[in-house]
C-alpha cells in the first residue's frame, strides 16, 4: 500500500507553519492514488481542518503532534448532529463524512487547543455575547428554522456559537481508531454518527476535567461498534452512547445498536459509560465488561426523560469495579436538563399519557460488579409513573459506602425535583420488575434498598455485614408484589424488612 508522507507535500513539524495545505494535499494524493496511508512523522504540525477520504489510513508516529488552530474562522459550518440535533455548526478539527475504510492509527496526538473554545463558552454562558466570526452569521441563518421551532436549554442555543468536536466520522463504514491520543476538544472529543462497524482499540482520550462538554468518546446512532482497551480521563461522560433528541432524533429514528465495550479504565467525567439522555432512536443491544472506573461521578448511567423517546433496552453489565464514584449506578427516566420548562407534562411527578415521547427503559442485567467509597447512593434507579423501569437484576454486586461523616453527597442523578443522599442504599422509585439475587449493601446511614411506588420484587440475599442496630435492611412504600428470601433476623436489631404502608406486600 502506498505511503504519502506529510513532509514530501511542504509541511514542517517547527509549531509554526501553518500545515492546512500540505495535509490537504497528501490527502487528495492518496485519494486519487486509490488509497493508502498518509503518514505523520515525528513532529509538531500546526494545522487547520482536516477533511478525511475513503480507503485512507492517517497514521501518526510516536512523537508527533497534530495542534489545531484555536482560530473560529478557520472552521466553515458543515452538516452535522450537534447535540442530538441535526443541524449546521463549524466544521470539526478532523471529518469524515460517507466514508468507507477510513482509519487513523499510531502513537501521535491529535491536539484540539480548545481553550478558546472553552473560554467563549464561558462568557456566553454568564449572559455575554458570542465571539466575533465570520461564519457565526451563517450558522444562525442556516439553523434559523429548528431556533425557531424548538425550545432548548442549551447554552448555546440562541447565539449558534456551536463548538466543534475533535474528530467527527459521519455516515462511514468500517471504521478504525487505534492506539492514537485525542486530547483538549473544543467540545466533544471523538463523535461517530451514522457509522457501521466500528473498532477502536487503545485510544486515549483526554480533557481537563473543567472542559465544558467535554465528553471522550459519544456512539451516535451508530451500528456494530467494538470498543476496547481504551483510556479516558475527561471533563464530562466518557464513554457515552447516544441516537438522537426528542422529535428531530425520533424523524431519524436510527439506533445505537450492537456494541461492546470491555477492558476500558476510566478517571474523572461525570460518568464512565453512559446511555443517553439522547435516546430517540433507542439504544439496544449493548456489553459492558471489564472495565475499571475511578472517581467518575457515576459508574453506569442510564439517563432519559418524557421529550426523548426511544428508549434503552438489552444492556449487559459484568465485571466492574469503582472506586471513590459518587452513585455507582443511576437509571433515570426522569432526567431533567435539556427539556423544554415551559411544558408542565415533561415536569409533572403524576403520571400523565404516553406519546411517542415516552421513553422504554428494560431488561438491564447487572453482575459481579463492585463499587468501594461511593459518596451520595449505592444506586438509583427512577423510572417515570406512567412508563416504569422494566426487569432490572442484579446478581454478585456490592456497593460499599464512604463512612466518612463529613461526606455530604449529592445527587445521585439529576431528575425532577433535587434529591440529596450521602452514604445511602439502593432507592428505587416507579420500577416494575427488580431482582437482587447476592447483593450486599454497606451504606453511612439508611437500609440497603429503599422501595417507592413499585412492583414485582424479587430479592434473594440481600445483605448489610454492618447493619445499623434501628435500621431495616429493606423499607417499602407504595410497594407491592414482593418476594424475600434469603435473610435472617437477628436480636436486637430492626426488622430486615419494614413495610411503610399497607399496600406493602409480604
Known amino acids: 500500500m502506498a505511503i504519502y508522507d506529510i513532509t514530501s507535500y511542504g509541511a514542517q513539524g517547527d509549531g509554526l507553519q501553518d500545515n492546512t495545505a500540505a495535509i490537504a494535499a497528501a490527502i487528495e494524493a492518496c485519494s486519487a492514488g486509490g488509497g493508502g496511508t498518509v503518514y505523520v512523522p515525528a513532529g509538531d504540525y500546526v494545522t487547520g481542518p482536516i477533511v478525511l477520504r475513503s480507503h485512507i489510513t492517517l497514521q501518526l508516529e510516536a512523537g508527533s503532534v497534530l495542534r489545531f488552530t484555536p482560530r473560529f474562522d478557520a472552521y466553515p459550518p458543515v452538516q452535522t448532529r450537534w447535540s442530538g440535533y441535526e443541524m449546521w455548526g463549524y466544521s470539526p478539527l478532523i471529518y469524515g463524512n460517507g466514508l468507507k475504510q477510513v482509519a487513523i492509527k499510531g502513537e501521535g496526538v491529535i491536539e484540539g487547543q480548545g481553550q478558546a473554545w472553552w473560554d467563549a463558552y464561558r462568557v456566553i454562558r454568564a449572559g455575554g455575547a458570542a465571539p466575533a466570526s465570520e461564519h457565526l452569521p451563517k450558522l444562525v441563518e442556516l439553523n434559523r428554522v429548528l431556533t425557531d421551532t424548538v425550545k432548548s436549554n442549551i447554552v448555546e442555543w440562541q447565539t449558534q456559537f456551536l463548538r466543534p468536536p475533535l474528530l467527527q466520522l459521519m455516515h462511514c463504514e468500517e471504521v478504525v481508531l487505534e492506539g492514537i491520543t485525542l486530547q483538549n476538544s473544543p467540545f466533544w472529543n471523538t463523535h461517530l454518527v451514522y457509522c457501521d462497524d466500528v473498532s477502536l482499540r487503545g485510544v486515549k482520550f483526554k480533557n481537563p476535567s473543567t472542559t465544558p462538554n467535554g465528553d471522550g468518546l459519544d456512539v451516535d446512532s451508530c451500528s456494530n461498534v467494538r470498543i476496547s482497551d481504551c483510556h479516558f480521563d475527561v471533563g464530562d461522560d466518557c464513554l457515552c452512547l447516544k441516537s438522537g433528541i426528542d422529535e428531530d432524533g425520533r424523524r431519524v429514528g436510527r439506533p445505537t ?250
Do not use: W
Not at 458 to 485: C, F, Q, W, Y
Open 257 to 506: 445498536e450492537n456494541v461492546a465495550v470491555t477492558n476500558c479504565t476510566m478517571l474523572h467525567g461525570h460518568g464512565g459509560v453512559v446511555l443517553g439522555s439522547e435516546t430517540a432512536g433507542g439504544i439496544r443491544n449493548v456489553t459492558i465488561s471489564n472495565c475499571i472506573f475511578i472517581g467518575t461521578d457515576r459508574g453506569i448511567r442510564i439517563k432519559t426523560n418524557r421529550a426523548r423517546g426511544g428508549g434503552v433496552e438489552n444492556v449487559r453489565i459484568s465485571n466492574i469495579y469503582m472506586e471513590d464514584v459518587l452513585c455507582p449506578l443511576a437509571i433515570n427516566a426522569f432526567y431533567k436538563h435539556g427539556i423544554d420548562e415551559s411544558n408542565p407534562l415533561l415536569t409533572s411527578p403524576e403520571a400523565v399519557p404516553v406519546t411517542e415521547g415516552t421513553p422504554v427503559i428494560r431488561h438491564i442485567q447487572i453482575s459481579d460488579v463492585t463499587a468501594k467509597n461511593a459518596r451520595a447512593a449505592a444506586g438509583f434507579i427512577y423510572g417515570l409513573p406512567e412508563m416504569p423501569i422494566e426487569d432490572v437484576a442484579l446478581r454478585h454486586v456490592t456497593f460499599e459506602m464512604t463512612l466518612d461523616p463529613a461526606e455530604e453527597g449529592g445527587e445521585p442523578d439529576m431528575v425532577r425535583e433535587e434529591r440529596i443522599m450521602a452514604g445511602d442504599g439502593i432507592l428505587c422509585r416507579h420500577v416494575q420488575g427488580l431482582e437482587l439475587h447476592h447483593v450486599r449493601v454497606e451504606t453511612r446511614q439508611g437500609p440497603a434498598l429503599l422501595l417507592e411506588d413499585s412492583r414485582e420484587i424479587e430479592i434473594d440475599g440481600l445483605r448489610m455485614k454492618k447493619r445499623h442496630a434501628d435500621t431495616p435492611v429493606i423499607t417499602m412504600k407504595n410497594t407491592d408484589e414482593v418476594e424475600v428470601s434469603g435473610f435472617r433476623e437477628e436480636k436486637g436489631q430492626a426488622p430486615y424488612l419494614a413495610k411503610a404502608d399497607p399496600a406493602a406486600a409480604k
